[in-house]
């Protein structure tokens, strides 16, 4: 901690955990809108800083916890105090960035029953040398139209929910029609001759050929969404095989053969590595670890970095 931030950040900090005097600083700067909602008898300083490290040396932050009057459920009243000299145009982002890494938090510690998220209110705290003279404004940050991002951050976000999507519209000839036919859930036998079907007829819809890098990366897909312990895994893949048309059949089996064996070569190697990271574990030299199990020495090395961590 520099000079500066011990000075500006030990006073505001020490005057802020005074709960008269941060009673009174809520009860005067507070906009009545939020004096109405909020308790500030029962205020309640939080351990938590969200300033990010680069800029410990200008900024401290507060953060408390009060009831609400009108459900008793916590708010939250979150200070920022900026030791800057003058404005600075980036306020606007860090301040949001700083509340989401609230709620972030929040989430992770009410992972049982997040919602709804409790409403949190900022207040900045300056001390320039000139007036603030710069957007205090999130969407301002962002270039003209305005109201585009305005409505990406308040309105209900886009989204293209591809089991909805009428089968019409996805049998389009369209190459992005492939990679969201794709993604479709297929749970049964049924569904995955389905898929297939669909797919098929976008295939020959959209030209692709038999070299194409586009089938290549969907078969590989459908296969890796198969459970290998789910006990029809064997049904699924002879399915996928055997319901393509003429034209993708042969390839397909290729394909899939080949890319049966690369996953069993991973797995294999994955075991190899579990032995390995076994016996460093025990104390095995890494020289005779990397001789046995035929990893490359920089591999074994990773591993009894692992052991060491």
Request: hydrophobic share 40%; net charge neutral; glycine share 2%.
């Amino acid at each position: 901690m520099t000079v500066a931030r011990s000075k500006h950040d030990a006073f505001f900090k020490r005057m802020m955990k005074n709960k008269k005097l941060a009673r009174d600083f809520f009860a005067t700067y507070l906009p009545q809108k939020i004096l109405r909602v909020v308790d500030l008898s029962e205020l309640k300083l939080e351990d938590s800083s969200f300033v990010d490290e680069d800029l410990y040396e200008h900024e401290s932050d507060v953060l408390f916890c009060v009831k609400r009057k009108d459900t008793e459920k916590n708010c939250f009243l979150y200070v920022l105090c900026e030791h800057q000299s003058t404005a600075d145009p980036e306020m606007p982002f860090r301040l949001i960035y700083y509340l989401m890494q609230f709620l972030k938090r929040y989430l992770v510690d009410h992972r049982s029953s997040p919602f709804p998220l409790p409403l949190i209110y900022p207040l900045v705290v300056y001390n320039g040398n000139t007036p603030w003279n710069t957007h205090r404004n999130f969407i301002h940050l962002f270039a003209e139209p305005i109201a585009w991002m305005r409505d990406v951050f308040l309105e209900p976000f886009a989204i293209l929910d591809v089991g909805q999507i009428e089968e019409g519209n996805l049998k389009k000839a369209h190459l992005s029609n492939l990679m969201l036919a794709s993604l479709i859930r297929a749970k049964s036998i049924q569904d995955i001759e389905c898929k297939i079907k669909l797919l098929d007829e976008l295939l020959q819809s959209c030209g692709i050929e038999t070299h194409s890098g586009i089938l290549r990366s969907m078969l590989k897909y459908f296969v890796s969404c198969i459970d290998p312990s789910d006990r029809k895994a064997s049904a699924y893949l002879l399915v996928i095989q055997q319901s393509f048309s003429p034209k993708y059949q042969e390839v397909a089996m290729n394909l899939l053969e080949h890319i049966k064996e690369e996953g069993y070569q991973e797995g294999a190697k994955e075991a190899l590595k579990k032995t390995a990271l076994r016996m460093l574990k025990e104390g095995v030299d890494k020289s005779f670890v990397t001789r046995i199990t035929g990893l490359l020495p920089n591999e074994v090395h990773e591993l009894a970095e692992l052991c060491e961590a």
